[in-house]
């Protein structure tokens, strides 16, 4: 057991309905990453990536070692389709997935352009089906048989994603999954497409789809409840051994789990180690950022620049004792620093570190002296200090001092 968590009493532990399945525990990389960043991420409103810029991001992909890589839509066509065949092209370990609607021509051009894995998207709600594709659910059904029917007689790894699974009756959906494994599906993917599950709910529902299906399950969360990493786990609770992520948790709307957030959870809280390169995440989420026209949020969970912030006097103190005081893992571990921030909320320890860092032996009782004046001045900026003005501050502080002990001096000598 990891230190970040306490024993609980048997009674506590008896009513668990969030126990792993146990050949989780056993198989060290059970869970799959599938990452579709240069799908639904590039789907977000107001991002563009160029070519270019995906193949880096399918080979920093790569490197950080997820299982697939949803590379984008091959129907969009030009350049679209291009990058598609280039990035299947790029001999990765990652198996490379298009992206098709149940559409027979699309499938055979998906397959054409040398991808290992295609996924086939159908809505299954009736909101979906009888508004978007005016269509109804035996259509959904006939559709989705010949389109995997021929996929898999091109042999490639078939996905079946269910487009809007969270409010689609029950009873269909599994008649939907029914028809996909009959055609030799390999997964079926359980989209929360507008992101309205919650965990409890998302559990018994896909524990119910592995139960009556046999099919592996993937979990497609979004995050406009900020639910999509919870959701996912909770899938993985009930037995699914995908998950479709995006870096940073770039996608439609809120955003889909994020890949950083969705592995660390993973290893940290579930206990499950996946063969991922975390010590990469920043890095990537970096660049997808950057591409993408976004900034990383300082408060973003797992990467962002006050994970590894400390400025509240109490905390800092802790971090520097020992950091797992108020840290659950080292910043190395996903490639950024420990920052102790001086501030509004330092304490007298923080400063006489801070300085020691550039080489300034000061007291602690100095430094309690010091303190007044440095609340001061982050109060009248509305920040944080930079070491520069810190330094400053002590400048000031010590030519105080000497002035008042030559007045002294002076004094005495009058
Ligand atoms: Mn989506």
Redesign the pocket.
């Known amino acids: 057991m990891k230190d970040i968590k306490a024993p609980i009493t048997e009674e506590v532990a008896d009513q668990m309905v969030w126990e792993l399945p146990i050949e989780s525990k056993l198989k060290k990389t059970h869970i799959k990453i599938d990452d579709?960043t240069l799908r639904?991420g590039e789907?977000t409103a107001g991002v563009v990536f160029s070519n270019d810029e995906k193949i880096n991001i399918a080979r920093m992909l790569d490197e950080v070692g997820v299982d697939q890589i949803e590379a984008g839509i091959p129907a969009m066509g030009g350049s679209e389709r291009e990058v598609i065949e280039e990035i299947a092209h790029m001999g990765l370990d990652a198996s490379v997935l298009a992206w098709n609607r149940a559409n027979l021509d699309e499938i055979k051009d998906s397959i054409d352009l040398g991808v290992d894995a295609i996924a086939i998207s159908l809505a299954t709600s009736d909101i979906h089906i009888e508004t978007k594709l005016q269509k109804d659910r035996q259509w959904v059904l006939d559709s989705i048989r010949k389109a995997v029917e021929l996929a898999k007689s091109h042999d490639v790894y078939v996905s079946v994603n269910a487009?809007d699974a969270s409010r689609t009756e029950l009873g269909f959906l599994l008649e939907y999954a029914a028809v996909a494994k009959e055609e030799g599906a390999d997964r079926i993917r359980f989209?929360d497409?507008i992101g309205t599950m919650e965990p409890f709910r998302i559990y018994s529902i896909v524990k119910h789809l592995i139960e009556e299906t046999g099919l592996e399950v993937e979990m497609?969360t979004?995050n406009d409840f900020g639910m999509a990493v919870a959701n996912a786990i909770a899938g993985i609770h009930a037995g699914a051994t995908w998950v479709?992520v995006t870096v940073g948790g770039l996608?439609?709307r809120a955003g889909?789990a994020a890949l950083e957030e969705v592995v660390m959870a993973l290893k940290y809280l579930e206990d499950i180690e996946v063969d991922i390169d975390t010590k990469q995440f920043y890095e990537i989420t970096d660049y997808v950022m950057r591409a993408a026209g976004r900034t990383i949020p300082a408060w973003k969970p797992i990467v962002g620049s006050n994970m590894f912030a400390h400025e509240s006097g109490i905390h800092a103190d802790g971090v520097i004792k020992n950091p797992k005081t108020y840290e659950v893992f080292s910043p190395d571990e996903v490639g950024l620093e420990r920052q102790i921030v001086v501030g509004k909320h330092s304490g007298s320890k923080t400063i006489e570190l801070k300085l020691a860092e550039f080489g300034i032996p000061i007291s602690r009782e100095e430094a309690a002296e010091l303190l007044p004046a440095v609340r001061a001045k982050a109060v009248l900026l509305n920040r944080s200090l930079f070491d520069k003005e810190l330094v400053k501050l002590y400048q000031n502080f010590i030519a105080e001092k000497e002035a008042v002990a030559e007045a002294a001096v002076e004094k005495a000598v009058i």
Do not use: I, R, S
Request: hydrophobic share 0%.
């Open positions: 579709t639904d789907q487009e989209c497409t497609h979004h479709n996608g439609e889909n």
